[in-house]
């Protein structure tokens, strides 16, 4: 059997700007609903000078998801390459999968107790779902499938600092230890790394 390499995100903290040019473009190109975040950028310890940054974020493809694990319904499923998706018509809405998500990655069209949410929706890293690949179905429900076109994500693709790259991990792992080597700093764990990729 082909043995896939797994894929992941980083976001170079030291690059990015706040732009919001993920977000946006995220949203575009999947023509989400009001509301509807798959990517977002969140700045931490805001105010706290020097130790203040800015960092793009959406599911994380965990090693391990915890979203796979409390979903009652069994709607998640992990790719040979690593990539979590999920199969919206088996989704129930119970939000068990945003409470375990370190991430806040999924997200529901509505508030509301159980079941009256909707169906979950959350980052594919544009990958489709499993829904025949590049049909109507699946952008419908899914947005674009840019991996299986040879692209990357469209969040990535946008990113005019280059501070959010997606690979498979080896490459990614490259970039950032040339990257931190540049900046005279030993090896540091990018946020989320450590919860997503054990």
């Not at 999947?30 to 798959?38: D, F, K, M, Y």
Request: charged share 25%; with cysteine; net charge negative.
């Amino acid at each position: 059997m082909y043995e896939y390499a797994r894929m992941k995100f980083y976001c170079d903290e030291d690059r990015c700007i706040e732009c919001n040019a993920c977000t946006v473009a995220c949203a575009e190109a999947h023509e989400l609903p009001v509301g509807i975040h798959r990517r977002k950028v969140i700045t931490l310890n805001e105010g706290i000078e020097g130790k203040e940054f800015s960092t793009s974020i959406a599911c994380m493809h965990c090693t391990d998801a915890p979203c796979a694990q409390v979903c009652p319904v069994d709607c998640f499923y992990i790719r040979e390459d690593g990539i979590v998706l999920h199969d919206k018509d088996k989704c129930i809405g119970c939000g068990y999968c945003l409470y375990a998500c370190p991430f806040g990655a999924p997200q529901f069209p509505r508030d509301g107790a159980f079941g009256v949410r909707g169906v979950m929706d959350k980052c594919t890293m544009c990958a489709g779902g499993p829904a025949p690949t590049n049909s109507i179905e699946e952008f419908e429900l899914y947005g674009q499938n840019r991996i299986a076109e040879g692209k990357v994500p469209m969040c990535a693709a946008v990113c005019s600092t280059n501070a959010l790259i997606v690979g498979d991990a080896d490459s990614v792992a490259e970039i950032k230890r040339a990257r931190d080597a540049a900046k005279g700093k030993g090896p540091m764990t990018p946020y989320g790394w450590d919860v997503a990729y054990k």
